[in-house]
């Protein structure tokens, strides 16, 4: 089955800078990759999210990028602020199966 | 608006008793739901695939008889642990696709703490 790897585990940036959080998948048939935020003791909120026809998105300050051939996707972060501090977790899923496997998760910290 | 909603939002009970959580979905309706556990400072793992209509379908490791689901309407599924124990204790979360799309939005989580 899919296998999602998650790097890192903790994050420290400072206030303003940018946040790289990466993940690779073992499943090539996998072609929709999720970004969710959780807070402390909260849902997991998505924010943003790529499907395998398209090699980056970006929403404001996030964007992903994806690499089919290599098989690893990646969130950025620019401009950080504190209110980024939160656990955030990077998911794969097949068409049609719709079920997530979800990576380790990544806690960002915001430094003032 | 939260387009998920779970009940009851956390939940106390004495080991061996039964304990049932809802999730439904708003304002659409979703022939499938997922159910997810979580433990403290550690991923979301899928449990099972609720399928309105039919049996859920339960990943590896999950047992069935303990973990009851039953996804009798098309906005409504509910997770039964049955008789649980302390380490049954978790945040549960369920998940529903929206539409036939990949996206899903989660529940609000519903906090399990059996002494």
């Known amino acids: 089955g899919e296998n999602v790897e998650q790097h890192p585990s903790t994050l420290s940036v400072q206030e303003g800078d940018s946040a790289v959080i990466k993940c690779t998948y073992s499943d090539s048939a996998s072609n929709y990759f999720p970004w969710y935020k959780q807070e402390l003791g909260k849902r997991p909120q998505l924010i943003i999210d790529?499907?395998?026809?398209?090699g980056e998105k970006k929403d404001q300050r996030i964007a992903v990028t994806l690499n089919k051939t290599a098989k690893h996707f990646s969130l950025h972060i620019t401009e950080t602020q504190p209110e980024d501090s939160a656990v955030y977790f990077c998911?794969?899923?097949?068409?049609?199966?719709?079920?997530?496997?979800f990576g380790q998760g990544t806690r960002l910290t915001i430094n003032p | 608006g939260a387009v998920v909603s779970q009940h009851p939002s956390w939940v106390i009970c004495k080991s061996g008793t039964s304990v049932k959580i809802e999730c439904r979905s708003l304002?659409?309706?979703?022939?499938?739901m997922f159910w997810y556990r979580q433990f403290p400072k550690q991923s979301l793992m899928l449990m099972a695939t609720s399928n309105e209509g039919s049996k859920a379908t339960y990943e590896q490791g999950v047992e069935k008889d303990k973990f009851l689901i039953n996804h009798a309407s098309l906005t409504l599924s509910t997770l039964t642990v049955t008789s649980a124990h302390p380490e049954d204790s978790s945040f549960y979360i369920c998940?529903?696709?929206?539409?036939?799309?990949?996206?899903?939005?989660f529940g609000p989580g519903t906090r399990l703490l059996v002494l």
């Open positions: 790529i499907r395998s026809n398209v």
């Open positions: 998911a794969a899923s097949k068409e049609g199966a719709q079920k997530l496997v």
């Open positions: 304002d659409f309706q979703a022939t499938t």
């Open positions: 998940s529903v696709p929206l539409g036939s799309q990949e996206t899903q939005y």
